[in-house]
């Protein structure tokens, strides 16, 4: 079965310092994964997927298989970017995302 | 256009009573998606569509719990006799495809039990 864990359930930070949002996942196959996020009174979003390996508002994240992990990144964390962040996990593209418990992160001013 | 729109966006209900929720996906969108969401818990998967059908409900808890989608569009999620531990916030999300991991979420439907 397919497990997304997400070991900080909340995360303060400084703006302006690195921000690093872990994640962890447990399945056999080649795996997508994904991070969507939700800002206050906001709706569910995605904010990227490792098949991109975009940039998004700042941030990225690579797919380690070797650690099985899809830490989320940002050198720069600005106070707009507190918000709940939720990694997910799709196995193989075949089957609907499974998403881990979130870590709410915080920037303090 | 509109995003994916739930009603109710609240509905307190006791014990036993009989709950309907309704999901709106995006106009074209084939894939929709119920998941729930407990207090401190990430979303988690009830069922899909894939069109009409459902093409998995293996996340449905239990058979008080279901879903149609009778013309590929509007869905309603059904829950009978309802307990206290339904309580959570239902969430239903829309796909331009399936299984894409692009999906479109609504507000959510947050359902008490007394």
């Known amino acids: 079965a397919q497990r997304v864990t997400q070991p900080e359930k909340l995360l303060s930070v400084f703006k302006g310092a690195p921000v690093e949002l872990k994640c962890n996942y447990s399945?056999?196959?080649?795996?997508?994964l994904f991070w969507y996020v939700q800002y206050s009174r906001q709706r569910l979003q995605l904010l990227l997927r490792?098949?991109s390996r975009e940039s998004i508002k700042g941030f990225t994240a690579d797919l380690n298989k070797g650690e099985t992990s899809f830490h989320l990144k940002k050198p720069f964390a600005q106070e707009e970017d507190s918000a709940m962040y939720y990694c997910?996990?799709?196995?193989?593209?075949?089957?609907?995302?499974?998403f881990g418990k979130g870590t709410r992160l915080s920037v303090i001013a | 256009g509109a995003g994916v729109s739930q009603t109710p966006s609240n509905k307190v209900t006791e014990k036993g009573k009989y709950v309907e929720l309704r999901c709106d996906p995006i106009?074209?969108?084939?894939?929709l998606y119920w998941y729930r969401q407990s207090l401190g818990q990430g979303p988690e998967f009830l069922i899909y569509?894939?069109?009409?059908?459902?093409?998995?409900d293996s996340g449905l808890p239990n058979d008080r719990f279901f879903a149609v989608r009778p013309e590929g569009s509007v869905s309603t999620l059904k829950i009978q006799r309802t307990e206290r531990g339904d309580s959570a916030v239902y969430l239903c999300?829309?796909?331009?495809?399936?299984?894409?991991?692009?999906?479109?979420f609504g507000e959510g439907s947050r359902l008490t039990v007394l």
């Open positions: 997910a996990l799709s196995a193989s593209g075949n089957t609907p995302l499974v």
């Open positions: 999300a829309s796909s331009p495809g399936l299984h894409t991991g692009e999906l479109f």
């Open positions: 569509f894939q069109g009409t059908g459902a093409a998995d």
């Open positions: 490792h098949i």
């Open positions: 399945y056999s196959g080649s795996p997508e």
């Open positions: 106009s074209g969108h084939t894939a």
